[in-house]
């Protein structure tokens, strides 16, 4: 295995990239959606695994058999606390499949909240696919650039990086539902079940923003059926091993969500520590 990512052709954005966070397994958040979707007993190649905060639950939960792909040392080494097999890889350098070919195909491969992340998640999902074995899937996890709270900071002429979040400044790509088809097609993938985290505006970082807007704006960006998305989680196959056309992101049923603004936030600022150096 390797101890230092290999042949890096970006910058090191690895020292911001220190993620640790507990979320409800059973709940409305993208971990619990990941677990569902990958199901028990897989073997499985996540990669941007940070400290293991859903490697941990694969194998404890799903019994699964989990390799992971990490930049972050501080991370590799707890994830490294419950999951054997470790690559330090950079994803930006195209190389990275070639690593951990040895460990043979996969019936999943994760990738929660990686790929906003990446200069050309496009070419890195295309490389995924060849990873997996005959019945296997991809499962992604992304941000939603187009959830109502966003426009809100639109429409005050602020896009504000932040430490976490939609706006995490270590984002470098967004995508709308549109832009997850287009993601999916350009690596050869059909989309075949999705789920939505939903939180609506309040119930966000950007709830100040939200609040400050006229209740006509408010009203009016509430028409948009998937303005409260806040994240996107997709379970893809190979076009030619779909079953049949793709899955219509925008036909997605919508959960509900029933916590407060006030509730949310605070766990979320608690829960969620990031940019060690």
Same mark, same amino acid.
């Given at each position: 295995?390797?101890?230092? /990512? ?87 350098? /195209? ?39 005959? $019945? ?6 992304? /941000? ?93 196959? /190979? ?16 959960? $509900?969500?029933?916590? $407060?603004?006030?509730? $949310? ?13």
């Amino acid at each position: 295995m390797n101890d230092q /990512p290999q042949g890096s052709l970006a910058p090191d954005l690895s020292a911001f990239m220190n993620y640790e966070y507990e979320a409800d397994v059973d709940g409305n958040s993208a971990l619990a959606y990941v677990l569902e979707l990958t199901g028990s007993n897989k073997k499985i190649l996540e990669v941007g695994a940070g400290s293991g905060m859903i490697a941990r639950h694969l194998v404890k939960l799903k019994e699964c058999d989990v390799v992971g792909v990490e930049i972050n040392p501080a991370s590799i080494e707890k994830l490294r606390s419950y999951i054997d097999r470790v690559y330090a890889l950079d994803l930006n350098d /195209p190389s990275w499949t070639g690593e951990v070919a040895c460990e043979g195909k996969f019936d999943s491969i994760i990738a929660a909240d990686v790929l906003e992340h990446l200069y050309d998640p496009w070419t890195v999902l295309k490389g995924m696919k060849p990873l997996l074995n005959d $019945t296997g899937s991809v499962i992604l996890s992304l /941000p939603h650039v187009a959830h109502s709270a966003v426009i809100a900071c639109l429409i005050e002429e602020d896009f504000e990086y932040r430490d976490w979040g939609l706006f995490d400044k270590t984002h470098i790509r967004f995508f709308g539902l549109h832009n997850i088809h287009v993601l999916h097609a350009n690596a050869g993938l059909a989309v075949v079940d999705a789920r939505f985290v939903v939180r609506r505006p309040e119930e966000t970082e950007f709830a100040d923003r939200w609040a400050r807007l006229p209740a006509r704006v408010r009203a009016a960006l509430s028409y948009n059926r998937h303005g409260n998305v806040y994240q996107v989680v997709t379970k893809a196959v /190979p076009i030619e091993k779909a079953p049949g056309q793709p899955l219509d992101l925008f036909k997605v049923p919508l959960p $509900t969500t029933g916590s $407060t603004a006030a509730t $949310t936030v605070q766990k979320a600022k608690l829960a969620l520590r990031l940019f060690k150096r």
